[in-house]
């Protein structure tokens, strides 16, 4: 009897169309001048760091050097700020995770420390699910404007994204019949699924006025961790209320103890990976 082929593997986050207001994101410039002009800009009366590891991580399509404003300033007030291991968001996700998983590990080698991590927008995604994967690498996750269980977005992201797809074929081998893209997402799907580890800080900041992605899927629904500022989703990256959050968010973690577990300094280990299911995530490979 010939063996019947594995039934196709359901990799895609489904990207539901949503009614925002996307002609807003226009005004994302007024957010840039908001934050030149700000106090918080100039690190009048923000807390400061003594070095913490963050790692910040651009949403889709953007690139890391393009959040120069928010590194610097982050720089500016204390912190030790790396890329996510990719300049650009606009590859296959489960691709982008890997390598962010990467410079968590290397990061956490060399400072000794769990690190915090900053995302925008899918970056935030991205963030979140990275720290489901390595609990005891990170100690706090930020998101800016980042669908975090249900991708609710504006149509032409979805567009976008199949056009990417078409541009920038993933180095993931065919799995089941199907073709990494850029909305292909076994393994970040699995991760945005999992809760985080109890130790680990959140703060989700997001704005109803968001032109982008459903304000409703950037909240984690605990008035504890959501923080609402105003401004388009495209701003939040240059939004002066959500720098000010982001300096109580970091400034209010808890000094953690070096960890023995941590890999070796060139971070060539890949670190251990807590997964709900076990080896759930492999079936992408």
């Known amino acids: 009897m010939t063996a019947q082929p594995s039934p196709e593997v359901d990799c895609e986050i489904p990207v539901a169309g949503a009614a925002v207001p996307l002609s807003h994101e226009l005004l994302w410039g007024l957010d840039w001048l908001a934050l030149r002009a700000s106090k918080v800009y100039r690190g009048e009366g923000v807390p400061r760091g003594h070095g913490e590891p ?12 393009g959040l120069h404003e928010l590194t610097d ?64 690498h990170i100690s706090h996750v930020i998101t800016l404007g980042s669908p975090l269980r249900e991708m609710r977005a504006h149509p032409l992201v979805a567009e976008l994204a199949r056009l990417a797809a078409a541009l920038a074929p993933s180095p993931h081998r065919t799995h089941a019949g199907h073709e990494h893209g850029p909305t292909c997402s076994c393994e970040l799907a699995d991760a945005l699924a999992q809760p985080l580890a109890p130790g680990i800080r959140r703060t989700a900041i997001f704005s109803r006025r968001d032109g982008v992605v459903d304000w409703r899927t950037s909240m984690e629904g605990d008035a504890s961790v959501d923080v609402e500022v105003g401004g388009t989703h495209i701003g939040l990256a240059v939004n002066p209320r959500a720098y000010a959050a982001i300096a109580l968010a970091l400034a209010s973690q808890p000094q953690p103890q070096t960890s023995a577990r941590a890999p070796g300094r060139d971070g060539a280990s890949k670190p251990a990976v807590a997964m709900a299911g076990g080896a759930s995530a492999a079936r992408c490979r």
């Open 54 to 65: 963050v790692i910040v991580v651009p949403g889709f399509l953007g690139s890391y050097h």
């Open 73 to 136: 300033w982050l720089a500016r007030s204390g912190y030790a700020v790396s890329d996510p291991g990719f300049e650009r968001n606009v590859a296959c996700p489960d691709t982008l995770l890997e390598r962010l998983e990467g410079r968590i590990a290397g990061e956490y080698a060399a400072h000794g420390r769990p690190v915090s991590l900053v995302g925008h927008s899918l970056g935030g995604s991205l963030a979140r699910a990275a720290a489901a994967r390595m609990p005891e």
